[in-house]
């Protein structure tokens, strides 16, 4: 596509529920990142897939998060259980590598507004 | 760790004035890229412009120019000529260098209002 889609651009659901969010990235781009937005504040990083590497999950704020890609395309981060403290908006970013010094910019989806009631 | 801090969480300037956002970031690396976003309601984030730690001018982009002192680990952005279409949230953000993929660190941000 044109640009990094995401879905569903919102989405409600209750305390202990397990969500789906779902990115898929500008094609042909292998990398993709995963950043929360907590209302108000500047966006944190939770986890970023580059080609076939292992995926970096250092941002991941607990064991009830996780996050899948296939191949170089579609990502779904998966919630477990969610929290209201998860109420948040999650942002999807892609990116092509290119050699050399990194001249790639991440291009970023509008989001999924999560709220847990 | 790094880290950026924006001490201003809300800005205000008249609609062809010239306003600046400012941005301080801690490191240790001497090889790294920033950034300035944009982010409009819309939630989706736009790149305003970018700087390479190793060159020593500053980036500039129409009417967005940065003042980058890597000394003192300053970051901000020139807004010159405001238009209402300007208004938005502002985020620095942080890279580090060496590749050419990587996570960013983001400031808090700066809300950005602009008067007719």
């Known amino acids: 596509g044109a640009g990094v889609s995401q879905s569903p651009s919102n989405k409600v659901t209750e305390k202990g529920k397990d969500v789906e969010l779902r990115c898929d990235p500008i094609?042909?781009?292998?990398?993709l990142y995963w950043y929360r937005q907590r209302l108000g504040q500047g966006l944190e990083f939770l986890i970023y897939?580059?080609?076939?590497?292992?995926?970096?999950k250092s941002g991941l704020p607990s064991d009830r998060f996780s996050a899948e890609r296939t191949g170089e395309s579609v990502s779904t981060l998966t919630i477990q259980r969610t929290q209201q403290e998860d109420s948040a908006v999650y942002l999807c970013?892609?990116?092509?590598?290119?050699?050399?010094?990194?001249?790639?910019?991440?291009?970023f989806g509008a989001g999924t507004r999560l709220s847990v009631l | 760790a790094q880290t950026v801090t924006q001490s201003q969480p809300e800005m205000s300037v008249q609609e062809a004035e010239t306003v600046t956002l400012s941005c301080t970031y801690d490191?240790?690396?001497?090889?790294?890229?920033l950034f300035w976003y944009k982010q409009p309601p819309s939630r989706q984030m736009i790149l305003v412009i970018r700087?390479?730690?190793?060159?020593?001018q500053n980036a500039t982009e129409n009417r967005f120019s940065v003042n980058f002192q890597k000394a003192a680990k300053s970051f901000s952005l020139k807004i010159s000529d405001s238009q209402l279409g300007d208004a938005a949230m502002y985020f620095c953000?942080?890279?580090?260098?060496?590749?050419?993929?990587?996570?960013?660190?983001f400031g808090q941000g700066t809300i950005l209002t602009v008067h007719p």
């Open positions: 970013a892609s990116s092509l590598e290119r050699g050399g010094r990194g001249k790639n910019i991440q291009y």
């Open positions: 094609s042909g781009h292998t990398a």
């Open positions: 897939f580059q080609g076939n590497s292992a995926p970096d």
């Open positions: 490191t240790s690396e001497s090889d790294y890229y």
């Open positions: 700087q390479e730690a190793y060159k020593q």
């Open positions: 953000a942080y890279r580090s260098g060496g590749t050419s993929y990587g996570k960013l660190t």
